[in-house]
């Protein structure tokens, strides 16, 4: 095992949530599988009240299953999410805080190392260059499989480097064909096509189609596990990195906002065990708890370093205490200039740190449409002050994650919309602008990305002459203007 940081943080800060732990039934441990289906948001599952029941493979999956109301992610980005997932730590300990810059550093102990080191057979498969192992998350798989070829064109183009489901799905079914018999394994699939631009195959359309389309892949690839023996000896974990905002709060994709439409993912269990059939969970749980609970699974303990728990209390028993999650978001300071966003949410209540502050009732107001700050200002100066302690105490670690990225990283990540920086702008804090403030703008970007992917490049240039009309200092609208000249 590689050297773990001794955190206090969140033991600090959440001590009273700790609780005793009854060590699992003495089973056989299972295979596992991982599954994260990048920007798709809960509410798109007809298990989570979707009505137009496009996800009908894993609608059945959380019927046999166990499925987590309230789970938030602690960034809407995917590569400082998926290290949150993987080492059950938050950004501010793993220091992963932006898709571009940011590389998980070699003392964070992953799922895939624990469980390599159990005996397990590892293997991942990604779906998009943001997650490709030059970012560190490949520590502790024995396969990594991230080919993303392409030419100078494609970066000039903007084209994403991504593969659609059923091809990550093949090459993920190959490896479990080809493992022993005699070993468990752990099997990580990352499907990024939900993603904008939001292009299913035909005749689905939309974001809609995109998340049917990957049920539908989800669906065949259960079936094989059925049909190789494995589906009745193996722990299944879904869920997703980040959610979408389609327009809610005037934020067309994710990364700039900390509302729940972004936050709120989906977390599915299917165990072997019969008695963990059929459970829905209300608690407010944690993207950091899936590590430490998949571990349990195994019959391992969780590294020191680790701040998730284990849920296994939370669906057999009414004894589980919730905890107050932290969600970052560093895409306006590092991508854009602007300010960045942090928030800490409970069950009832979201309080953001911003230059405008913002603080939700989420029972009487689950779509955050009246801004309360205002008006309970207890109750947001105490949420500010636990969040501000969280952010004092959070480990030093983070500065080792920085990683200054070559041009071509550069240029694929650029395809995707990012091309910040790991350091801030030389912008004092108290004159950054509010995101919400210029969301317009970050929208105009995202469409001008869209036009020169589809070789539109006069209409790329004409946004982005518009944007830096009233915000010259965006670097990602220079970047694309120059690659569309």
Not at 183 to 206: I, V
Not at 334 to 356: C, E, H
Request: proline content about 7%; overall charge negative.
């Amino acid at each position: 095992m590689r050297a773990r940081w001794l955190v206090v943080v969140y033991s600090l800060c959440w001590a009273s949530c700790a609780t005793t732990r009854e060590p699992p039934p003495a089973t056989a441990p299972p295979n596992i599988v991982l599954i994260t289906v990048d920007t798709l948001r809960a509410d798109h599952l007809g298990c989570y009240g979707h009505p137009e029941r496009l996800t009908p493979e894993l609608d059945a999956l959380a019927a046999r299953g166990i499925l987590f109301e309230q789970a938030v992610t602690p960034a809407p980005l995917t590569l400082p999410a998926h290290a949150s997932l993987l080492t059950g730590t938050l950004p501010l300990h793993h220091g992963v805080r932006d898709n571009t810059g940011f590389v998980l550093g070699a003392d964070h102990v992953t799922l895939a190392e624990a469980l390599q080191d159990a005996g397990y057979q590892t293997g991942a498969f990604v779906g998009a260059f943001v997650l490709d192992s030059r970012f560190g998350l490949d520590q502790g798989f024995d396969t990594y499989f991230d080919d993303f070829p392409e030419s100078l064109d494609d970066h000039a183009q903007l084209t994403i480097s991504e593969r659609r489901a059923d091809a990550v799905i093949a090459q993920a079914e190959a490896w479990i064909r080809a493992r022993s018999s005699q070993r468990r394994f752990f099997a990580w699939l990352h499907l990024f096509d939900p993603h904008a631009p939001y292009e299913p195959p035909p005749p689905l359309s939309g974001y809609a189609g995109e998340v049917a389309y990957v049920d539908r892949v989800l669906g065949a690839f259960f079936r094989f596990l059925e049909e190789e023996g494995h589906l009745g000896r193996t722990a299944i974990a879904f869920t997703s990195d980040h959610g979408e905002g389609l327009g809610e709060h005037g934020e067309d994709t994710h990364g700039m906002f900390l509302y729940d439409t972004t936050l709120h993912v989906p977390l599915i269990l299917a165990l072997p065990a019969a008695s963990s059939r059929g459970v829905r969970v209300p608690h407010q749980v944690e993207l950091i708890d899936v590590m430490p609970t998949l571990l349990e699974q195994a019959g391992l303990e969780a590294p020191a370093a680790v701040q998730g728990v284990s849920l296994r209390e939370a669906w057999e028993s009414d004894g589980f205490r919730e905890r107050p999650a932290y969600a970052e978001a560093m895409l306006p300071l590092l991508n854009y200039g602007w300010s960045d966003l942090s928030a800490l949410r409970t069950r009832q209540y979201k309080y953001v740190r911003a230059p405008q502050p913002e603080l939700y009732d989420l029972a009487s107001d689950p779509r955050e449409t009246a801004n309360l700050w205002s008006v309970r200002q207890d109750q947001a100066r105490d949420l500010s002050a636990q969040l501000e302690a969280l952010k004092r105490e959070a480990n030093s670690s983070s500065a080792a994650a920085r990683r200054a990225p070559d041009s071509e990283t550069l240029a694929r990540l650029r395809s995707l919309g990012y091309a910040g920086s790991s350091r801030p702008p030389s912008i004092e804090e108290g004159t950054r602008a509010d995101p919400k403030e210029r969301i317009d703008l970050f929208n105009r970007i995202w469409r001008a990305q869209g036009a020169a992917q589809r070789g539109r490049h006069e209409e790329a240039i004409g946004l982005v002459n518009a944007v830096l009309e009233e915000d010259p200092g965006v670097f990602i609208a220079h970047s694309i203007r120059s690659l569309a000249l």
